[in-house]
């Protein structure tokens, strides 16, 4: 007893850390759940021919690119690209421009980190 009223605010601190660790993780992997569910609606909205919800969720996938992690860009590039028939390359399909997108913003990720490491080497 004598332990948790002595150190009573450090534990209270301590459980709080926990709990709020905890909420950004869950948050976290609640957001890429929420995306994936996102990719699949609109490659399961452009199967069927709804042009109208899949642009609108197209333009939604296409604001989220900055913000997301290399895997989930990797993950979506990968999904598409299953879809994609590369014998009959179609210029307009909304399946194929998110996956040029999604190519394109992993291209300009990896420029950037290559040249850190280049500035970086060049410095030492």
């Given at each position: 007893?004598?332990?948790?009223?002595?150190?009573?605010?450090?534990?209270i601190f301590l459980i709080l850390l926990v709990i709020c660790?905890?909420?950004?993780?869950?948050?976290?992997?609640?957001?890429?759940?929420?995306?994936?569910?996102?990719r699949e609606d609109f490659i399961l909205l452009h199967s069927r021919g709804r042009e109208k919800e899949t642009?609108?969720?197209?333009?939604?996938?296409?604001?989220?690119?900055?913000g997301m992690s290399d895997r989930m860009l990797a993950e979506d590039l990968q999904r598409t690209s299953?879809?994609?028939?590369p014998q009959a390359p179609e210029t307009d399909g909304l399946i194929r421009k998110y996956?040029?997108?999604?190519?394109?913003?992993?291209?300009?990720r990896a420029d950037r980190?290559?040249?850190?490491?280049?500035?970086?080497?060049?410095?030492?």
């Open positions: 007893m004598r332990f948790l009223r002595q150190y009573k605010y450090v534990l660790s905890v909420m950004v993780v869950h948050e976290y992997l609640a957001a890429e759940l929420a995306h994936v569910e996102r642009e609108r969720l197209y333009q939604r996938l296409i604001q989220e690119l900055p299953l879809l994609l028939n996956n040029v997108s999604v190519k394109n913003e992993l291209t300009r980190r290559i040249s850190r490491e280049f500035q970086a080497a060049d410095q030492q």
